[in-house]
């Protein structure tokens, strides 16, 4: 008996997937354990194992394409030579009767139809597409090797020698592409160190090509376009002496220990919640209540090629700075590899986005809901600092904080990243 093989459910936020590979091929048989297919989720890459034993006799969804939870993906027999005649998944048949029943709608009524539907918009995204290529667009300037001779009018060379313009650079629009006394408009000053020729572009202005979101991006885009729409950020900052982080860092090297500055934001950052647990909530839109975290739960953002993920470091505020740092690196490596299991990703408290390796002076970051804060960590930079009323060389970095304001006010915000200033400025507090 035939029988339809569907998209699992590989993620608990998986809503559809990307077909990355197929291990069978029509005519194959598939044992109950066999790897079957590989799926790109929002989270990682995935691989599946068949449940059930038989035949594989079409695949619905090749390699490549995306299919949502439950979408018939193949069809499968008990028996190798079972005839498929009159079999149909239960969803492609139904999604052929609905195309059906829409081309035999009128057009009157399909419009009767749709108005309602536009009446009751709330909030629609806008189109926004790329504009075409110039097709028709002609490079202004010279690309060809300076020649021994150049091609130019008398009044352009005569002009040219009075203002001290180089003819080379110029793009002659006469016959046989001489330069014209017109062209000179564009010409560079004649000077000892002139700027060298390049190769003429091969490509229109504005040239591009479309690349297809992978199934992560597509949910980062998702849920970051509902946070920053529906949520009201506001955003408060607020800059540390760096220079401690610094010399702790330097002496735990001495003694052979080796910590980020993450590590220590982390550490800081749990025991700041623990003196501000107003910070450690979240906003529940289903039910319009604020949720109070009873554990400090820290997600660390954490960058991959195709998108990205935040593990969480579980009870943060009860691991020491060594427990941290050795439990943030390992999963910062599960989540390269796409091994994270759903409890080190899903769910947390308060996360941490740290772009200092790449030397960013500040930013801002979106929530990540149903969380009501995010901490946005600057790089350490080289900056003269006053100090007992002199101008010395010192070191800073500068922490925002984003939060919602449906459950966080100004107060409180400002209340916690003083309590994080104390710490970071003083790291002895987060080694004990």
């Given at each position: 008996?035939?029988?339809?093989l569907?998209?699992?459910?590989?993620?608990?936020t998986?809503?559809?997937?990307?077909?990355?590979k197929w291990?069978?091929?029509?005519g194959?048989?598939?044992?109950?354990?066999?790897?079957?297919i590989?799926v790109?989720?929002?989270?990682?890459?995935?691989?599946?194992?068949a449940?059930?034993?038989?035949?594989?006799r079409q695949?619905?969804?090749?390699?490549?394409e995306?299919?949502?939870?439950?979408?018939?993906?193949?069809?499968?027999?008990?028996d190798p030579?079972?005839?498929?005649?009159g079999?149909?998944?239960?969803d492609?048949a139904?999604?052929?009767?609905?195309k059906?029943?829409?081309?035999?709608?009128p057009q009157?009524?399909?419009?009767?139809?749709?108005e309602?539907?536009?009446?009751?918009?709330?909030l629609?995204?806008p189109s926004?597409?790329?504009?075409?290529?110039?097709?028709?667009y002609?490079?202004?300037?010279?690309?060809?090797?300076?020649?021994?001779r150049?091609?130019?009018?008398?009044?352009?060379?005569?002009?040219?020698?009075e203002?001290?313009?180089?003819?080379?650079t110029?793009?002659?629009?006469?016959?046989?592409?001489r330069?014209?006394?017109?062209?000179?408009?564009?010409a560079?000053?004649?000077?000892?160190?002139a700027f060298?020729?390049?190769?003429?572009?091969s490509l229109p202005?504005?040239?591009?090509?479309e690349?297809?979101l992978?199934?992560m991006r597509?949910?980062?885009?998702?849920?970051?376009q509902?946070?920053?729409?529906?949520?009201?950020h506001?955003y408060?900052?607020l800059?540390?002496?760096a220079?401690p982080?610094?010399a702790v860092?330097e002496?735990?090297?001495n003694?052979?220990i080796?910590?980020?500055?993450?590590d220590?934001?982390?550490?800081?950052?749990?025991?700041?919640?623990?003196?501000?647990?107003?910070?450690?909530?979240?906003f529940?839109?289903?039910n319009?209540?604020i949720i109070q975290?009873k554990?400090?739960?820290?997600?660390?953002a954490?960058?991959?090629?195709?998108?990205?993920i935040?593990?969480?470091?579980?009870?943060?505020d009860?691991?020491?700075?060594?427990e941290?740092?050795?439990?943030?690196?390992?999963l910062?490596?599960k989540?390269?590899d796409?091994?994270?299991?759903?409890?080190?990703?899903?769910?947390?408290?308060?996360?941490?986005s740290?772009?200092?390796?790449?030397?960013?002076?500040?930013?801002?970051?979106i929530?990540?809901?149903?969380?009501?804060?995010?901490l946005?960590?600057s790089?350490?930079?080289?900056v003269?600092?006053v100090?007992?009323?002199?101008v010395v060389?010192?070191?800073?970095?500068?922490?925002?904080?984003?939060?919602?304001?449906r459950?966080?006010d100004?107060?409180?915000?400002?209340?916690?990243?003083?309590?994080?200033k104390?710490?970071?400025?003083?790291?002895a507090l987060?080694?004990?």
């Amino acid at each position: 008996m035939p029988f339809t093989l569907t998209m699992p459910k590989l993620s608990p936020t998986m809503e559809e997937g990307t077909l990355v590979k197929w291990h069978k091929k029509v005519g194959d048989s598939v044992q109950a354990g066999d790897l079957l297919i590989e799926v790109a989720t929002d989270k990682a890459t995935v691989e599946y194992n068949a449940l059930d034993e038989g035949w594989v006799r079409q695949i619905l969804v090749q390699e490549g394409e995306d299919a949502v939870v439950n979408q018939s993906i193949a069809v499968l027999t008990s028996d190798p030579n079972e005839s498929l005649e009159g079999y149909q998944p239960q969803d492609v048949a139904k999604l052929q009767e609905e195309k059906k029943d829409v081309e035999e709608v009128p057009q009157a009524a399909k419009a009767q139809d749709e108005e309602p539907k536009r009446k009751g918009a709330v909030l629609q995204q806008p189109s926004f597409t790329p504009e075409p290529a110039l097709e028709n667009y002609v490079f202004q300037f010279p690309t060809e090797r300076l020649e021994k001779r150049l091609l130019a009018s008398p009044l352009a060379k005569k002009l040219a020698k009075e203002k001290g313009l180089d003819l080379s650079t110029v793009k002659g629009s006469g016959p046989n592409k001489r330069i014209m006394s017109r062209d000179l408009e564009k010409a560079q000053p004649a000077n000892t160190v002139a700027f060298g020729h390049r190769e003429n572009p091969s490509l229109p202005p504005g040239t591009y090509e479309e690349l297809p979101l992978t199934p992560m991006r597509k949910v980062i885009g998702q849920r970051l376009q509902e946070s920053k729409s529906f949520i009201p950020h506001f955003y408060v900052s607020l800059q540390i002496d760096a220079e401690p982080l610094v010399a702790v860092r330097e002496q735990l090297k001495n003694g052979q220990i080796k910590v980020s500055v993450n590590d220590l934001v982390v550490r800081a950052s749990a025991l700041a919640l623990r003196q501000h647990p107003a910070i450690n909530c979240g906003f529940n839109s289903v039910n319009q209540s604020i949720i109070q975290f009873k554990t400090i739960d820290i997600a660390i953002a954490v960058s991959l090629e195709s998108g990205l993920i935040t593990p969480i470091v579980r009870h943060a505020d009860f691991k020491n700075l060594g427990e941290i740092s050795t439990e943030v690196r390992s999963l910062a490596q599960k989540a390269r590899d796409g091994k994270l299991d759903p409890q080190e990703y899903k769910g947390g408290s308060f996360t941490i986005s740290n772009l200092g390796m790449f030397g960013v002076s500040e930013f801002q970051a979106i929530l990540n809901p149903p969380q009501a804060a995010i901490l946005a960590v600057s790089g350490i930079q080289d900056v003269p600092v006053v100090r007992n009323g002199s101008v010395v060389p010192g070191k800073i970095m500068t922490l925002t904080l984003s939060v919602d304001h449906r459950v966080i006010d100004g107060v409180a915000s400002a209340k916690f990243l003083q309590a994080l200033k104390q710490l970071l400025e003083n790291p002895a507090l987060l080694l004990v």
